[in-house]
């Protein structure tokens, strides 16, 4: 009985050990996957595709190849020096960053958003230049200019606030969403004054509002399931269908988004952020570009999201303790 016992456990070290090889494998083949398409989209460099053309790889695609390895090797490395974390211990630290990540894209979207609604207000009224300066307002005008040296300091500062700050701020997001609509209402049918700004800060906050929180929605639990059967079901049931739901469905859906938006330099995401891409209006936000990199941060947090949930699944299903509880009970 005694060796039954030694022999199971060492069979659950091994799942265990596999199960976060996988999973920090995955995380470390993103992190690659993101680094690459910078070097590709921003520095040239070829991507890893000419490995697999053959006589057409240099030296560039070859790095780009190995550095998958490389974050193999390291996800591994780091699965193996830490032998005594638990699965629910590395999905909460996963989960943490991820929401340290949506924390501070919501505060670099609020800064971006009002930075650039005065900008184009002050703009579209002829102040700027009083404001500026004639030569400065010529560089605000350039989409190129207003990305690199506006909105991206701002991302920074967003990055800096979300370090000190511990609330992802939706229920806020929400309230100046409703405020900005609020303000095109009285000053279109008050004072029959509306500028494209003004729709284009709305749109800008929503869709960052939808897109970014949905990876916390997947955390609390708050996303609709067609759960006909799934609600009468033990948790042990729950955690093999949530772990395989999350590679099936969450994984394989995010990669999707990924691979497609960001596979290429002409990509339909890395295309805009490349050119700093703005709305035909002339004065609206210079903010277009940012929305199609919000398909970006969707997609790469629902699928840091997936991982977590999938380390929690597995959790579930072999009855470990120390489940997280929910903030609020799901309404679905």
Not at 155 to 161: D, H, L, Q, T
Request: proline share 2%; charged share 15%; aromatic share 14%.
């Amino acid at each position: 009985m005694v060796v039954a016992q030694g022999s199971t456990a060492s069979i659950s070290n091994v799942a265990t050990f596999w199960v976060r090889v996988f999973s920090w494998a995955m995380l470390a083949v993103l992190a690659v996957f993101l680094v690459n398409n910078y070097l590709v989209t921003t520095k040239d460099w070829p991507g890893i595709l000419p490995v697999f053309q053959a006589g057409t790889a240099g030296s560039l695609a070859w790095v780009q190849f190995a550095a998958y390895f490389v974050g193999l090797v390291v996800a591994v490395s780091y699965v193996a020096s830490s032998r005594n974390q638990t699965l629910r211990a590395d999905s909460a630290l996963i989960s943490d960053a991820n929401i340290f990540l949506i924390r501070a894209f919501f505060w670099a979207v609020l800064l971006i958003g009002v930075v650039d609604m005065v900008i184009s207000f002050l703009r579209v009224e002829g102040l700027l230049t009083a404001v500026a300066g004639e030569e400065m307002t010529k560089k605000l005008g350039r989409p190129e200019y207003r990305g690199t040296y506006v909105h991206m300091p701002l991302m920074a500062a967003g990055v800096v606030i979300a370090a000190f700050t511990r609330t992802l701020g939706f229920v806020w997001l929400s309230l100046l969403i409703v405020v900005a609509e609020l303000a095109i209402v009285i000053t279109r049918f008050v004072f029959s004054y509306e500028q494209a700004f003004m729709g284009d800060l709305v749109r800008f906050w929503y869709g960052a509002l939808f897109l970014f929180a949905s990876a916390y929605t997947l955390l609390e639990e708050g996303h609709v399931r067609v759960d006909v059967f799934y609600t009468n079901f033990a948790a042990k049931k729950k955690g093999l269908i949530n772990a395989f739901g999350s590679i099936l469905l969450g994984l394989s859906f995010s990669w999707t988004i990924i691979l497609i938006g960001m596979g290429s330099k002409s990509a339909m995401i890395n295309m805009p952020l490349a050119k700093f891409e703005v709305s035909q209006s002339g004065y609206g936000l210079y903010v277009k570009y940012l929305l199609a990199g919000f398909l970006a941060v969707f997609a790469i947090t629902m699928a840091i999201q997936f991982v977590s949930y999938f380390l929690a699944a597995v959790a579930d299903y072999r009855d470990e303790p120390g489940k997280r509880q929910l903030e609020s009970l799901p309404t679905h």
